[in-house]
């Protein structure tokens, strides 16, 4: 493949220099072309809006969540998704409007769960029976009837990761369908006078490449409202649409699976002879990232003859823990000379103190040499999100380019903010 180059042949981002990027920031980096994501949220709007049936796209934040990137989203006039008090207090900080937030997770707070309700998020996917007692609770103090989903564990199988397949029978996730706790639920929900049950929600897992999963889990949770004998006003399909981390990834433009959803929707409500309800997608991963890639600078390497090249960079498993988690695969290119033809085959490690500390487990590389900038691309889901101080390695900044142009919109982290909260212990003086 070609990759973008400026004269200098440094890898360009929006016609960004990333040479220049990793002088002017330093590494590790995470840099996010802003235009790649609107584009993709546009393509996911253009599919609904085409259509003309009634929808929200709600971004899911766990897979970046800053105030920049609410801030985008925002712009860009869809919703977005909260999984913790985290979460909600960012997309609050960043100006998001509170009534286009919908709050997932499966043990949310009493204290979480009375932020939401007094800041009015629109939407609380209730997950599980507790939560149900609790925000009934907490909407009548406020005096507001709360807008609900209820959250379905619809014993559908992903064929994706383990770690990341959450609609299976065996899930933490949601009201089980098998077994009649998802219609008890529903009982219980739709005759509480502080909770108005607007429809259903399902998410089957994330990093899934094939339509049949989501179809399935569309026409499943349209049956069970049936079956129910009630009319939902809301069909929630979740998110994990796949991306492209590595030429083995095949995955479907989005427009696709959108069409799957509606296509099976669309079909239900009229067997049902229902108004069409209003489509949910919760689309994370697919959103930022294809959209970022990771900045490093190349440090030491070992060669072990015979068996393999190890190239380390001067980040790793605390900026992208994704391939010690899921052995997930992601492709990396010389920054330097991104055209240049490839000479050996390499392991990119990171720095950490860990055997697993591995970022890029096979790549073709040209010839590369201390102070070059190694780009892993595809990281823009899922890495600054689930960074860490492990080893007390500072986190990476987070640079956003647009039209050209650049801006920090996450800080580099500092020894100083290391040791900020800590204390010093004095008991045994
Ligand atoms: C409820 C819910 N919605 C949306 C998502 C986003 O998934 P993805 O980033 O794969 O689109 C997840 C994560 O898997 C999730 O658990
Ligand atoms: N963190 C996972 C995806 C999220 C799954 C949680 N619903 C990943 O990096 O792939």
Not at 40 to 52: G, H, M, N, P, Y
Not at 75 to 91: F, K, M, N, P, R
Not at 204 to 232: H, R
Not at 250 to 272: C, G, M, N
Request: glycine share 8%.
């Amino acid at each position: 493949m070609s990759y973008p180059t400026n004269t200098n042949q440094h890898l360009t981002i929006e016609d960004v220099d990333t040479i220049e990027l990793a002088q002017k920031y330093g590494t590790p980096l995470y840099v996010y072309d802003v235009s790649h994501i609107r584009q993709t949220i546009r393509a996911f709007k253009q599919v609904f809006e085409q259509e003309k049936i009634p929808f929200v796209i709600s971004y899911a934040g766990k897979a970046f969540a800053t105030k920049a990137i609410y801030q985008v989203v925002a712009q860009e006039g869809i919703h977005a998704d909260v999984v913790s008090g985290g979460e909600l207090y960012t997309a609050l900080a960043a100006g998001f409007p509170a009534a286009h937030l919908s709050f997932n997770g499966n043990n949310k707070s009493y204290d979480e769960l009375t932020f939401a309700v007094k800041e009015g998020v629109g939407t609380i996917i209730v997950d599980n029976f507790l939560e149900l007692k609790l925000l009934s609770e907490i909407a009548e103090k406020n005096a507001i009837k709360q807008d609900i989903l209820l959250r379905i564990s619809p014993g559908i199988s992903a064929h994706t990761h383990e770690f990341i397949s959450t609609g299976q029978q065996d899930s933490k996730f949601g009201f089980d369908l098998i077994s009649g706790q998802a219609k008890e639920a529903f009982d219980i929900a739709i005759n509480d006078d502080h909770l108005n049950l607007r429809g259903l929600h399902a998410h089957i897992g994330s990093q899934i490449f094939d339509v049949t999963g989501f179809e399935q889990n569309a026409a499943l949770l349209a049956d069970t409202a049936n079956a129910w004998g009630w009319q939902p006003e809301v069909i929630n399909a979740g998110g994990g649409f796949g991306i492209k981390y590595t030429d083995e990834d095949k995955p479907l433009p989005e427009s696709e699976f959108a069409q799957a959803i509606i296509r099976v929707l669309k079909a239900k409500a009229a067997e049902y002879d229902w108004k069409m309800p209003e489509i949910w997608i919760e689309p994370g991963r697919s959103i930022v990232g294809p959209a970022g890639k990771t900045l490093y600078t190349i440090g030491s390497r070992k060669d072990i003859p015979d068996i393999r090249h190890y190239l380390a960079v001067d980040g790793g498993m605390g900026d992208n823990i994704r391939p010690a988690l899921y052995q997930a695969n992601y492709t990396a290119v010389l920054a330097n000379q991104p055209n240049a033809q490839t000479e050996e085959v390499v392991r990119v490690a990171g720095k950490y103190c860990e055997s697993g500390d591995v970022l890029v487990w096979q790549q073709a590389l040209p010839a590369t040499k201390p102070e070059d900038i190694l780009a892993v691309n595809a990281t823009g889901a899922y890495g600054y999100a689930m960074a860490s101080n492990y080893n007390r390695n500072p986190r990476p900044a987070v640079v956003f380019v647009e039209n050209g142009q650049h801006q920090l919109v996450v800080e580099r982290e500092t020894f100083e903010h290391l040791v900020s909260l800590d204390r010093d212990y004095t008991l045994g003086e």
